[in-house]
């Protein structure tokens, strides 16, 4: 009788801990203390729905994981420049994939190196050894069409953009990518005599693809110059392949949620709130709004 009761609550256990979990909407959102997480926290405070934010391992994890029917993740914040070079491979993305609503912001492209090592400008890096995050990031994918379309030749050195930085103090490596609204939370941590300094880098027809950005000096406590850079659009996308009532619910309640608090964002919440923006000629691809749109 004991083994039975037993059996019993842990099954309740077991089946309301399931129920829990697929009445939450799982937001997907980045890189731990990166600017996805907090985006994403600050849209959870005003949820009017049972929300979690999940930490991925990047831009190009998050689009894994969407593209992918046999789990429970149908809405994740994306690079637009990981959309546009999966697409090269996948042209039917645009049937499944849509623009959650229209709110885009800039991801800054901060390529960091050490002052004294004479690296002042994207061309200086010709020839050193340049860590440019991992696959599954964003960060990856746009070092990579940044190289391409540049072509400067760095050697590539794969590692996170959160375990970077170590490697530059170490001398392991020469610069490193990280793309990130900026400020961004790791970098707006590190010292103010740190030897950090941010790299320049020129257009070149890089217009092509990504916006040109200033990160303005005192951005972060250690940087003493403005610094032209690119911006990467990045977006909230969702994934409407064989979509339920319930799904559609929850991501029309997140969408309600987050447009009527945009005001509030941008005074209390994660300060690139203030440089989001609702409309974009450039960004070229489906949006979802209340309903999805089959075609």
Known sequence: ????????????LILGSSITSQAQLKLLSGLENGT???LSKDMMKVSSQEMVVLNSNGSVDNFNQLVDNNNDIFVAFIQYDVLLHNEENSPELRKNLRVLFPLFLDEEVHIITTKG?????????KGKKVAVG?????????????????????????????DALAALNAGEIDAYFYVG????????EISKDSKLQLVNISTNGLEEVYTTKVIKKGTYAWQKKDVHTLAVPTLIACNIHEMTLDTRRKLNTLLTDTKSNIGAFEKSGHKKWQDVYTKSLYINWPYYYLKPIVE
Do not use: C, H
């Open 181 to 188: 609204g900026a400020p961004v939370k790791s970098l707006s």
């Open 134 to 162: 991992t696959p599954e990031q964003g960060t990856f994918v746009t070092a990579a069409t940044i190289k391409r379309m540049s072509k400067i030749e760095w050697k590539d050195v794969e590692i996170s953009s959160n």
């Open 36 to 38: 996805y997480e907090a």
């Open 1 to 12: 009788m004991k083994n039975f009761k037993l059996f019993f609550l842990l099954s309740v």
């Open 117 to 125: 090592s004479k690296i002042i400008n994207i061309e200086d890096l």
